[in-house]
């Protein structure tokens, strides 16, 4: 089955700065790359995702890559706001299939003052 | 979300009771799914239904059992609950898109 790795576990950046979460995945066949932020004491909330006929995808702050060769996708989020500190989970399907996700572990990210 | 509806919210229930986990959605979709989360594991699936006459058992089914009682109803039962079944479930909806805001249960 597949495996979704995720780096980092936690994340502190300062506010206005960059924050990367990298993924790696084992599946050959996956073809869909959701991500999503939970905030404290709340759901998993989709944010962005990706297809796997699509190499790069931006909304607003927001972006994802992905690098089928290599097996890894990552969030990136530019210009931080203390607002954007939560658990973000990346996940991995082949939605040819059961279309069933297998999720990272997560990466707390903080964003400070 | 609160399309999502989960009840209880939290939940504190004594090894080898019975507990049942609701969720009803009003956005009309036929997939509905039921997670566990826990710390540092990320979220694991228990069961999916992609429509009333379909259930699926996901990777840790055991010690669970689900009811698609209606499109909109899907409930999700401990029947001898244990200690480590202990953790935040969450319901969600249509290919993972919309999730509830969960229930804490507690085993003691």
């Known amino acids: 089955g597949e495996n979704v790795e995720q780096h980092p576990s936690t994340l502190s950046v300062q506010e206005g700065d960059s924050a990367v979460i990298k993924c790696t995945y084992s599946d050959s066949a996956s073809n869909y790359f959701p991500w999503y932020k939970q905030e404290l004491g709340k759901g998993p909330q989709l944010i962005i995702d990706?297809?796997?006929?699509?190499g790069e995808k931006k909304d607003q702050r927001i972006a994802v890559t992905l690098n089928k060769t290599a097996k890894h996708f990552s969030l990136h989020i530019t210009e931080t706001q203390p607002e954007d500190s939560a658990v973000y989970f990346c996940?991995?399907?082949?939605?040819?299939?059961?279309?069933?996700?297998?999720f990272g572990t997560g990466t707390r990210l903080q964003v400070t003052l | 979300d609160a399309d999502v509806t989960q009840t209880p919210r939290n939940r504190i229930t004594k090894t080898g009771k019975r507990i049942m986990l609701e969720c009803s959605q009003t956005?009309?979709?036929?997939?509905m799914y039921w997670y566990r989360q826990d710390p540092g594991l990320g979220l694991q699936l228990i069961y999916y239904s992609f429509d009333v006459k379909d259930i699926n058992k996901g990777e840790i089914s055991d010690g669970y059992s689900v009811s698609r009682q209606a499109q909109a109803k899907f409930s999700l039962s401990l029947e001898s609950a244990i200690p480590n079944q202990t953790a935040l479930y969450f319901c969600?909806?249509?290919?993972?898109?919309?999730f509830g805001p969960g229930t804490r249960l507690t085993v003691t």
């Open positions: 996940a991995a399907s082949d939605t040819g299939t059961a279309s069933k996700l297998t």
């Open positions: 990706i297809r796997s006929n699509v």
């Open positions: 956005k009309g979709h036929d997939r």
């Open positions: 969600a909806l249509h290919y993972e898109q919309y």
